[in-house]
Protein backbone atom coordinates (compact mmCIF):
# COMPACT_ATOMS: atom_id res chain seq x y z
CA UNK A 1 0.00 0.00 0.00
CA UNK A 2 2.40 2.20 0.67
CA UNK A 3 3.62 2.53 -3.14
CA UNK A 4 0.04 3.52 -3.69
CA UNK A 5 0.72 6.24 -1.40
CA UNK A 6 4.22 7.12 -2.85
CA UNK A 7 2.82 7.29 -6.19
CA UNK A 8 -0.24 9.41 -5.21
CA UNK A 9 2.31 11.58 -3.76
CA UNK A 10 4.42 12.22 -7.14
CA UNK A 11 0.65 13.01 -9.00
CA UNK A 12 -0.41 15.33 -6.30
CA UNK A 13 3.44 16.95 -6.90
CA UNK A 14 2.39 16.94 -10.59
CA UNK A 15 -1.24 18.48 -9.96
CA UNK A 16 0.86 21.57 -8.47
CA UNK A 17 2.91 21.62 -11.19
CA UNK A 18 0.11 21.96 -13.31
CA UNK A 19 -1.68 24.26 -11.53
CA UNK A 20 1.20 26.75 -12.07
CA UNK A 21 1.76 26.22 -15.26
CA UNK A 22 -1.77 26.88 -15.98
CA UNK A 23 -1.60 30.13 -14.37
CA UNK A 24 1.59 31.07 -16.51
CA UNK A 25 -0.18 30.16 -19.62
CA UNK A 26 -3.36 31.80 -18.46
CA UNK A 27 -0.83 35.35 -17.70
CA UNK A 28 0.51 35.09 -20.90
CA UNK A 29 -2.58 34.25 -22.57
CA UNK A 30 -4.47 37.43 -20.89
CA UNK A 31 -1.28 39.64 -22.20
CA UNK A 32 -1.81 38.69 -25.91
CA UNK A 33 -5.61 39.61 -25.14
CA UNK A 34 -4.95 42.53 -24.21
CA UNK A 35 -2.17 43.57 -27.11
CA UNK A 36 -4.73 42.23 -29.63
CA UNK A 37 -7.80 44.47 -28.10
CA UNK A 38 -5.41 47.56 -27.87
CA UNK A 39 -4.44 46.62 -31.25
CA UNK A 40 -8.24 45.96 -32.73
CA UNK A 41 -7.32 42.50 -33.76
CA UNK A 42 -9.52 39.47 -33.81
CA UNK A 43 -9.63 38.21 -30.11
CA UNK A 44 -9.62 34.26 -31.72
CA UNK A 45 -7.44 32.91 -34.08
CA UNK A 46 -8.42 29.14 -35.12
CA UNK A 47 -5.50 28.69 -36.94
CA UNK A 48 -3.50 29.18 -33.91
CA UNK A 49 -5.46 27.37 -31.70
CA UNK A 50 -5.66 24.22 -34.47
CA UNK A 51 -1.25 24.30 -34.47
CA UNK A 52 -1.52 24.30 -30.54
CA UNK A 53 -3.27 21.20 -30.82
CA UNK A 54 -1.41 19.64 -32.93
CA UNK A 55 1.86 20.87 -31.58
CA UNK A 56 3.35 17.56 -30.62
CA UNK A 57 1.85 15.12 -33.30
CA UNK A 58 4.86 13.88 -34.31
CA UNK A 59 6.27 12.79 -30.81
CA UNK A 60 6.26 8.92 -31.15
CA UNK A 61 3.98 8.33 -28.15
CA UNK A 62 1.01 10.33 -29.69
CA UNK A 63 1.92 9.32 -33.22
CA UNK A 64 1.51 5.60 -32.23
CA UNK A 65 -1.00 6.03 -29.69
CA UNK A 66 -4.34 7.48 -31.07
CA UNK A 67 -6.30 7.35 -28.20
CA UNK A 68 -3.84 9.00 -26.45
CA UNK A 69 -3.69 11.67 -29.20
CA UNK A 70 -6.86 12.18 -28.79
CA UNK A 71 -6.40 13.16 -24.98
CA UNK A 72 -3.97 15.04 -25.40
CA UNK A 73 -5.73 16.90 -27.98
CA UNK A 74 -8.63 17.12 -25.38
CA UNK A 75 -6.67 18.34 -22.60
CA UNK A 76 -5.43 21.41 -24.79
CA UNK A 77 -9.16 21.86 -26.65
CA UNK A 78 -10.32 22.03 -23.09
CA UNK A 79 -7.37 24.65 -21.69
CA UNK A 80 -8.19 26.61 -24.89
CA UNK A 81 -11.77 27.19 -24.35
CA UNK A 82 -11.57 27.46 -20.25
CA UNK A 83 -9.41 29.90 -20.88
CA UNK A 84 -11.21 31.79 -23.39
CA UNK A 85 -14.15 31.61 -21.02
CA UNK A 86 -11.80 32.96 -17.73
CA UNK A 87 -11.24 35.57 -20.04
CA UNK A 88 -14.69 36.40 -20.86
CA UNK A 89 -15.53 36.74 -16.89
CA UNK A 90 -12.38 39.20 -16.33
Known amino acids: ?18 LKLILKRKDLVDQI ?27 PELKNDPALKDFYHNVVKNIIAEN ?7
Open 1 to 18: MSHILKLRHEIEKLHEDL
Open 33 to 59: WQLKKDSHLEMTDISREKALIEQFDHW
Open 84 to 90: KKYAKKS
